[in-house]
């Protein structure tokens, strides 16, 4: 430590005292080392908060403060710098609280000497330096215990959610290929083909789930990156929009409109098409059959704003605030089948293209999504 730079501030009202303290530096031969003197605990708190010490003389009596809440005070403004604290009184009592409010040391005035004052200058800072590590250890610590009570309740949440989720398309597709393999000779081909749609359908649905699972996961793990590149929007909104009409069965007519000039677009469409696909699938799922969905795209002042608005149930207010939780799902989903894994993705893509999503809703009087991102990176 002695070839190094020390910065040490002495908070003493005392002239007498400061420069007793400045003579003892003066004749310690500590080269680098650097004593800066204040003489009001409010000085002292400022230019600590402004520049870098090591360690910082605390003189007890000051003109605004006086005993150990000289310690406390100071120790709430500046929580990171060793104390070491000056007194004219060798009270055994008053050193013990000054300690335990966060001084590194206690030094009697009238009986500091040069090698006394220099040995507690380099212990407070070294225990300084291990009481921040330790702090640094601890934070790591909670961090790791509040990531493994995070994974933690995933799981849990996860396994629940699969087994509910799952079982409804296992249950179909073993009912459906039991009754192909034992009255096939039986059914006429027409009953035949709508066991195996049935089938298809429950494949598909425990594939998106695994989808989501996989995305899901990839977001946590940070595997999930933006990877933009040139787009026509116009053209993907429209291919998406007809994808996922056909895939629901043309149940739901899907109308789509573009305003502006969207030309020189360059976003990632693998975000795009998590974030759309899982949108347009809910509107459809929570709207009556037979109903439109309005699919908007508008580009200006550099931004791409998407609407999604459906005819369907709605979202009660209370649920709002938790709708891009993961596994969360709406109060009056009633026995629509969901995973509660869409919307927290949704949300994550848009993050990762610096967007922004917002929704407006009540219950029983439909759904409009507005996602607003920029047109470049």
């Known amino acids: 430590m002695d070839e190094i730079s020390v910065r040490i501030l002495l908070v003493e009202d005392s002239p007498t005292d400061a420069d007793l303290l400045r003579q003892v530096f003066l004749h310690s031969d500590k080269e680098g080392w650097e004593l800066l003197h204040v003489e009001r605990l409010e000085y002292g708190i400022e230019i600590c908060q402004q520049q870098s010490f090591d360690v910082v003389l605390l003189d007890l009596r000051l003109p605004d403060s006086d005993g150990f809440e000289t ?30 409010g966060g001084a590194q040391d206690y030094l009697v005035k009238d009986q500091i000497t040069m090698q006394l004052l220099i040995r507690s200058i380099r212990y407070a800072i070294e225990r300084g330096r291990i009481l921040q590590r330790l702090k640094n250890s601890e934070q790591s610590i909670l961090r790791s215990l509040e990531q493994e009570q ?13 087994s509910h989720e799952l079982r ?15 009255f096939n000779h039986e059914l006429a081909e027409e009953r035949r083909n709508q066991y195996f749609d049935r089938i298809k ?14 995305v899901l996961g990839s977001t946590k793990s940070g595997g999930l990156v933006f990877k933009p590149e040139p787009l026509d929007l116009e053209e993907f909104c429209r291919e998406l929009a007809e994808s996922i009409q056909f895939s629901n069965s043309n149940q739901h007519r899907i109308v789509v409109t573009c305003q502006g000039s969207c030309v020189g677009a360059e976003m990632d469409t693998a975000l795009l098409r998590h974030i759309f696909s899982n949108l347009l699938s809910n509107a459809i799922k929570y709207s009556p059959q037979g109903c439109n969905v309005q699919f908007d795209l508008i580009c200006e002042d ?18 709002q605030g938790h709708l891009f939780e993961t596994f969360y799902r709406c109060s009056n989903v009633g026995k629509i089948p969901g995973t509660g894994l869409g919307l927290a993705i949704v949300k994550k893509c848009v993050e990762l293209h610096r967007g922004r999503i917002r929704l407006n809703s009540k219950a029983q009087s439909g ?8 047109l470049k990176p």
């Open 168 to 182: 409804t398309p296992l249950t179909m597709i073993r009912t459906c290929v039991e009754l192909l393999q034992n």
């Open 302 to 319: 550099g931004y791409a704003t998407f609407q999604i608005k459906d005819q369907g149930i709605g979202i009660p207010l209370k649920d």
């Open 150 to 162: 995070e994974l933690n309740l995933l799981r849990s949440s996860f396994i629940s959610m699969a």
């Open 367 to 374: 759904t409009t999504f507005t996602v607003k991102l920029p």
């Open 201 to 214: 359908m429950a494949i598909s649905q425990i594939t998106h789930l695994l989808d989501d699972v996989l």
């Open 71 to 100: 310690v406390a005070e100071f120790r709430v403004a500046v929580p990171d710098i060793p104390i070491i604290v000056l007194t004219m009184m060798d009270d055994e009592e008053l050193a013990l609280q000054a300690m335990a």
